[in-house]
């Protein structure tokens, strides 16, 4: 069963246009939904997280939008630049132990090109 | 800067094998964690740990066992490699923190396993 489910599997887009990856979840039960970047022969890295309590996040060119009724959110990738082409996870976990939450549940990921 | 270190990036090994994969950060993060990574199936958690000499079973832990004797260090160990298991593996460790809030992972570079 998956529990995190990522669209598109692969995305083009244009120098400053706006990249978006979507993602959806079915544990109720998660309440921490992070962004890891990865660049080819590296680890993923995180790029931005939201928790449910707001819907909106946002760090320089990155925004998350947070659905809870719907059990979804976005990645948006504004003025998108070709350095910004990587692989993309959403991810989610929830904090079923004292003093931190188990492992992350992944997305299957986004290939991200921006073409110049 | 947080550090987490494989002791392989490349890896091939035999058929009923033992394997040892080691993870080593220098961060003195209680948790730390193992993925594998395949491509179109994104990141599943194989085992993770709380602590020292703790471990948890994730998401896919059969055919794998782990073993945490230093709080630094994190091995997994495949006991009778197959084909199938040829595939990235990621460490990851975190500051547990305080209960209900989340902290980063932080990942390593990955081993790239080949089993023939």
């Known amino acids: 069963q998956q529990q995190v489910k990522q669209s598109p599997q692969s995305l083009i887009v244009q120098k400053g246009g706006i990249s978006i990856i979507n993602c959806a979840y079915e544990?109720?039960?998660?309440?921490?939904f992070p962004w890891y970047q990865q660049f080819p022969g590296k680890g993923p890295a995180l790029l931005i997280a939201?928790?449910?309590?707001?819907s909106e996040k946002k760090e320089g060119r990155f925004t998350i939008s947070f659905n809870k009724s719907a059990k979804q959110f976005s990645l948006h990738i504004m003025d998108s630049q070709p350095g910004d082409s990587a692989t993309y996870f959403c991810?989610?976990?929830?904090?079923?132990?004292?003093?931190?939450?188990?492992?992350?549940?992944f997305g299957k990921g986004t290939h991200l090109i921006i073409q110049p | 800067d947080v550090k987490v270190t494989q002791s392989s990036r490349y890896l091939v090994k035999r058929t009923g094998e033992k394997v040892f994969l080691e993870c080593v950060q220098d961060?003195?993060?209680?948790?730390m964690f193992w993925y594998r990574q395949d491509p179109g199936l994104g990141l599943r958690l194989i085992y993770f740990?709380?602590?020292?000499?703790?471990?948890e079973k994730g998401d896919i832990p059969e055919g794998y066992s782990v073993s945490r004797e230093k709080k630094e260090r994190f091995s997994l160990i495949l006991e009778s490699a197959s084909t199938n298991q040829t595939s990235m593996y990621l460490c990851?460790?975190?500051?547990?923190?305080?209960?209900?809030?989340?902290?980063?992972?932080?990942f390593g570079p990955g081993t790239r396993l080949t089993v023939t």
């Open positions: 961060m003195d993060h209680e948790n």
């Open positions: 991810a989610a976990s929830e904090n079923r132990s004292g003093g931190g939450a188990d492992g992350l549940t």
């Open positions: 939201i928790r449910p309590d707001v």
């Open positions: 544990n109720t039960a998660f309440d921490y």
């Open positions: 990851a460790s975190r500051f547990r923190g305080l209960a209900g809030l989340e902290y980063e992972q932080y």
């Open positions: 740990s709380y602590d020292v000499k703790m471990k």
